[in-house]
């Protein structure tokens, strides 16, 4: 009785089940799909010029996500020389994304993988994508090749962090400290969330406190410990206006599956 009290209470309370920050998710969609949704949007990205950009994908169903926020996952991809498992190389895009531990849902990973990868676990084929400036586009790849990216990484891990501080981290606040590395060409975190304070704004995240108050009571990645007042975090959304607002991105869209773009 008290494991079907605590399901109906999952079932009806933990609406924080926006996180899509998970890796090796069983597909939903027919891997042929995946697979050219996944050509397709490399495609775009370099025929657009993209040598780094940001990426999102929607890794739960859409109607369970809050109002405003679109996406689930976020991460930066960046053209690069790919290893083959026959030993050859190939030219494409690798993601660096910041992932759930399996099995240590309040824990995070920094783990590289490709477009393939990164849509296997989504529930429909659209895809975020913001072409930083060229000069932040540089900065990036500079930042990831050099390794400090990973200084910029906090392992314990909250679906609805607190981007203005540096407590916990999901994968977007990870993405939002890179852009930020880039844009202020530093990874003192200190410096970071002191520009990103004062100059980006997060996203609300429009549901009860009841809600996130049982969220937090019987889910590992969900708390409000960070937060003071309202709930705001980071989303692709914000990052896309953020960028468009001190104008340092060249082009942002949500690409299709039947190849269709509308502009952000």
Sequence with gaps: MKANIILILITLFCTPSWAGSQANKQSVIESEKIIKFAKDVEKYAAENGARAFIIARVGRPEKDLPKGIHYTHTAIAVYSNIQLSNGETAQGYAIHNLYQVD????????????????????QRLKAGIIIPSDEIQTRLIDLIASGKNTDLHNPKYSVISNPMNSQLQNCTEHTLDLINAAIYQSTDIA?????????????????????????????????TKDHHGKIATAT??????YLDQYQLSKHSVTLYADGETATL
């Design 103 to 122: 099995g240590k849902p309040n824990r995070s990973q920094l783990v590289q993988d490709y477009p393939v990868d990164f849509f296997w676990g989504a």
């Design 191 to 223: 410096k970071i969330k002191a520009n990103t304070r004062a100059h980006y704004t997060a996203q609300r995240v429009r549901t009860s406190r009841f809600k996130l108050m049982f969220g937090s009571m019987l889910m590992d990645d969900v708390t």
């Design 236 to 241: 692709f959304g914000s990052i896309h206006n």
